[in-house]
Structures are given as structure tokens and as C-alpha cells.
């Protein structure tokens, strides 16, 4: 296997990977490339270009702002999972990346890649939204700043428009209790469901097209989950119940 | 990109995938390539001494980094790197072919973990899939290679 044909980029600043996304077609942001580079293997994404933005110093930055910590594009899951001060002040991202696939993919893997990749089943963009918090979205139009509840727009589909490079997440402190709990196969599988607590806030994950919050009291209220090999939507919902009950049994 | 200490320029081909690279521009064969989408572990290197997968990375992105395959843990005639030496006194193998991408992701837990607990055995190798031995023996192998690598 190898990826289709592409033109590489290999900006050495933001200004110049924002100038490349807003004059290029059909561009792709290359960053940890833990998910986009299986997708270019089988093929099942073919992008002109690829801007990979591994080559822009600074931009791997884990730093505490406005009561929370703002991990920067390039910060690895592995850096943020081994982060005191992420410990210290957001623990239940430390938590949540942990689950994360396999330490050797957190070596690459980058936090901010996986909220814009957005995959539903994906346990970042559902402890974004549990928390409430916020990505920066840089262009050459300027900054713009999306809340979790206005990124995730359907099946690994985002509100980032084609020029935007997403270059910050801000996670607000973890609130207490917290917790993040989910079913797999095997470790370090995608989650069949997975659910994540921030005090009285419950948000859900793999069992909608987005990361999706629900009330503790009756979190499997209106959804629809889809059924697979793996899971049938009753075993999603029956899932859904017990990790609740789980999660808010702290 | 310096690939086992010796300066190799990368390739013209960004879609040359690093795994693809070792292999068939530099002949390093010991990085084999199971699924080519991450998930069995086979094509595991260390770049910059923490361990990747190879399928997962474009050659291009490892100019100016430091890779090292199976072939670079210990020269012909050398003694093992106490991970292979583990690998081979607990029978950590049978078939071979998940061996490399093993043996790299353990050099890399053992620089995490220099004495990693159980739990901590089963999650650095949970990553690497073996068809053959059904893990008890790598599991003994890690805890081994701890205990020679402290030596």
C-alpha cells in the first residue's frame, strides 16, 4: 500500500501554512498523521496537498491560560499525557488520553488532530464538549474562536473552514467529580460507547455522527446509535446506561 | 535523516512511506510491514528514541530526525541489546515476524518504565500483535529485559 499522489508542503510558520491553506485546493493538514495517514494508505482520502505543519517551531506548547490549559497544534498525546501541569489543573484530560489508542501512537499522535479529525467515537472532542471548552482557528482572515458545542458538525466533519488551521484546544479545569469510561474490544480500540462526566455534565461519545451531551438522569434519551459488527444499537444504548451509571457513581 | 547513526538523504517521493524507505531504498528488512495502517504493531522504529510506526509517517518527515531499526540495537557479532537477549532466553517468539516492531516497542516502554509493573507490561505491548506465542512469553521477556538492561 501506499498513498495516492500528492504535492507536499512543508511550511516552516503559521503565517505560511495559513497562506498555503487559503491558496490551495483540496488541501489536508498533516500533523501526527496517526488518522490521516491510514486514511491516505487505503486510500480513502485523496487529497492535492498535504501541509505538513510538523516542521513549525513553537507550536507544541502545553501552557495554563484563563483558569485552564491551552494545548498548541503540535503538542503529542504522549507530552500531554505525561504533563504535570495537565495533571494538575485539567486531570480528566489526563485521563482521557490515556485511552487513546497505544503509547506508540500517542508519540506522534497529536491532541488538536484528533479534535479535528473529529471521528465520533473518539474520546478528545468528548471531553472538549463535557468541559465546555474551545478551539482557536487560525487563517489569514485572522482568529476565530469555536466552542465544543459549535465544532462537532457530524461524522468527522468539523466547523474549521478549508483555510483555518486548527492551532489551539483550551480545556477548562476539570471540575470535581470527573470521570471517563468506555467499552472496547480490546484496549486501545475505538470505544463501542463511551461516556465522560465533568460534574453534573455528561457528554457521550460513539454513539452519534458528534460527541453528543445528554442528561445523567436518562442519557440514552433521543439517541439513535448505529449498529455494526460490533455492536448492535440496543447493546450501544444498553452501554450507554451502564457507563452512566458508572461515571456518576463517584 | 540519520537512520542507525549513518546520514541517508530522504527520499524525492513524499509519498514514500518511512517503512517503505527502510525497506526497499536502504534494505533494512528488519522493519517488517504487517497491516500498513497502525495497528499491528510490526513496522514499530524509534525516532528520536521514542518508538513510532513507520507505515504511519511519511520518509520525508524524518529528515533531520534520528531513526533506529531492529538492525541498529546491536551491530553483527555484538552482543544482543539485553531486550533481543530477553526475547530469545523466555522464547519470546516463534514465527519471527511481529519480533522487530516488538522488540522496539519494549526499548521504548524500558525507557519510560526502567521497571515497569504488570500493568504497566500489558499496556506497552498491547499496541503489537503476536499470532503465535499468545503473549505469556513476551510478557516474561519484558519483565527479563527490565532486570538484564539494569546490568
Same mark, same amino acid.
Not at chain 1, 46 to 49: E, F, L, M, T, V
Not at chain 2, 11 to 37: I, K
Not at chain 2, 127 to 136: D, E, I, M, V
Given at each position: 500500500?501506499?498513498?495516492?499522489?500528492? +504535492?507536499?508542503?512543508?511550511?516552516?510558520?503559521?503565517? +505560511?501554512a495559513?497562506?498555503?491553506?487559503?491558496?490551495?485546493?483540496? /488541501?489536508k493538514v498533516l500533523a501526527g498523521g496517526q488518522s490521516l495517514v491510514p486514511l491516505l494508505? @487505503?486510500?480513502?482520502a485523496?487529497?492535492?496537498?498535504i501541509v505538513d505543519i510538523n516542521?513549525i517551531?513553537?507550536l507544541d506548547?502545553i501552557?495554563?491560560?484563563?483558569?485552564?490549559?491551552?494545548v498548541q497544534a503540535l503538542a503529542r498525546q504522549a507530552a500531554v499525557e505525561?504533563?504535570?501541569?495537565?495533571?494538575?489543573?485539567?486531570?480528566?484530560?489526563?485521563?482521557a488520553v490515556?485511552?487513546v489508542a497505544?503509547?506508540?501512537i500517542r508519540n506522534r499522535g497529536t491532541v488538536c488532530g484528533s479534535l479535528a479529525h473529529a471521528d465520533?467515537?473518539s474520546e478528545l472532542p468528548?471531553v472538549l464538549?463535557?468541559?465546555?471548552? *474551545?478551539v482557536v482557528a487560525?487563517?489569514?482572515?485572522?482568529?476565530?474562536?469555536?466552542?465544543? /458545542?459549535?465544532l462537532f458538525?457530524?461524522?468527522m466533519?468539523t466547523?474549521l473552514?478549508?483555510?483555518e488551521l486548527l492551532v489551539e484546544a483550551?480545556?477548562?479545569?476539570?471540575?470535581?467529580? =470527573?470521570?471517563?469510561? +468506555?467499552?472496547?474490544?480490546?484496549?486501545?480500540? @475505538?470505544?463501542? /460507547?463511551?461516556?465522560?462526566?465533568?460534574?453534573?455534565?455528561?457528554?457521550? =461519545?460513539?454513539?452519534? &455522527?458528534?460527541?453528543? !451531551?445528554?442528561? &445523567?438522569?436518562?442519557?440514552? %434519551?433521543?439517541?439513535?446509535?448505529?449498529?455494526?459488527?460490533?455492536?448492535?444499537?440496543?447493546?450501544?444504548?444498553?452501554?450507554?446506561?451502564?457507563?452512566?451509571? %458508572?461515571? @456518576?457513581?463517584? | 535523516?540519520?537512520?542507525?547513526?549513518?546520514?541517508?538523504?530522504?527520499? /524525492?517521493?513524499? *509519498?514514500?512511506?518511512?517503512?517503505?524507505?527502510?525497506?526497499?531504498?536502504?534494505? !533494512?528488512?528488519?522493519?517488517?510491514?504487517?497491516? $500498513?495502517?497502525g495497528?499491528?504493531?510490526?513496522?514499530?522504529?524509534?525516532?528520536?528514541?521514542?518508538?513510532v510506526r513507520?507505515?504511519l509517517m511519511?520518509?520525508?518527515q524524518?529528515?533531520?530526525?534520528?531513526?533506529?531499526?531492529?538492525?541498529?540495537?546491536?551491530?553483527?557479532?555484538? &552482543?544482543?541489546?539485553?531486550?533481543?537477549?530477553?526475547?530469545?532466553?523466555?522464547?519470546?517468539?516463534?514465527?519471527? @515476524?511481529?519480533?522487530?516492531?516488538?522488540?522496539?516497542?519494549?526499548?521504548?516502554?524500558?525507557?519510560?518504565?526502567?521497571?515497569?509493573?504488570? $500493568?504497566?507490561?500489558?499496556?506497552?505491548?498491547?499496541?503489537?500483535?503476536? *499470532?503465535?506465542?499468545?503473549?505469556?512469553?513476551?510478557?516474561?521477556?519484558?519483565?527479563?529485559?527490565?532486570?538484564?538492561? %539494569?546490568?
Open positions: 500500500m501506499k498513498p495516492p499522489p500528492f +504535492e507536499y508542503h512543508a511550511p516552516a510558520s503559521v503565517e +505560511e495559513c497562506s498555503l491553506l487559503a491558496s490551495l485546493e483540496d /488541501a494508505n @487505503f486510500r480513502l485523496r487529497p492535492a496537498h516542521r517551531a513553537g506548547r501552557y495554563e491560560r484563563d483558569g485552564g490549559v491551552a505525561d504533563s504535570d501541569l495537565v495533571a494538575r489543573v485539567c486531570p480528566l484530560v489526563s485521563a490515556r485511552l497505544h503509547r506508540v465520533p467515537a468528548a464538549l463535557a468541559l465546555g471548552g *474551545r487560525r487563517s489569514a482572515r485572522g482568529d476565530r474562536v469555536i466552542d465544543a /458545542a459549535q458538525q457530524g461524522v466533519e466547523a473552514a478549508p483555510d483550551w480545556f477548562p479545569a476539570s471540575p470535581r467529580p =470527573f470521570a471517563i469510561v +468506555e467499552e472496547s474490544r480490546r484496549h486501545g480500540d @475505538f470505544a463501542l /460507547a463511551g461516556a465522560v462526566r465533568a460534574a453534573g455534565r455528561l457528554a457521550l =461519545f460513539g454513539v452519534a &455522527p458528534t460527541p453528543v !451531551l445528554a442528561d &445523567p438522569r436518562d442519557p440514552a %434519551k433521543g439517541l439513535q446509535p448505529s449498529g455494526d459488527l460490533e455492536a448492535s444499537p440496543e447493546f450501544r444504548l444498553h452501554l450507554v446506561r451502564v457507563l452512566t451509571a %458508572k461515571a @456518576f457513581a463517584a | 535523516m540519520r537512520v542507525n547513526g549513518a546520514a541517508h538523504p530522504a527520499p /524525492a517521493d513524499p *509519498r514514500r512511506l518511512l517503512s517503505d524507505h527502510l525497506r526497499h531504498d536502504l534494505g !533494512l528488512t528488519g522493519t517488517h510491514v504487517g497491516c $500498513e495502517h495497528v499491528c504493531g510490526c513496522c514499530t522504529v524509534l525516532l528520536d528514541g521514542a518508538p513507520s507505515c511519511l520518509a520525508v524524518a529528515e533531520g530526525h534520528d531513526v533506529t531499526t531492529i538492525e541498529g540495537l546491536a551491530a553483527d557479532g555484538a &552482543p544482543l541489546h539485553p531486550v533481543q537477549q530477553a526475547f530469545h532466553e523466555c522464547h519470546g517468539l516463534q514465527c519471527g @515476524f511481529c519480533t522487530p516492531g516488538f522488540v522496539m516497542s519494549v526499548v521504548g516502554l524500558l525507557g519510560q518504565h526502567p521497571n515497569p509493573t504488570d $500493568e504497566q507490561v500489558d499496556e506497552g505491548i498491547s499496541g503489537n500483535l503476536c *499470532r503465535c506465542t499468545g503473549y505469556a512469553s513476551i510478557r516474561r521477556a519484558v519483565t527479563r529485559a527490565a532486570e538484564l538492561s %539494569k546490568k
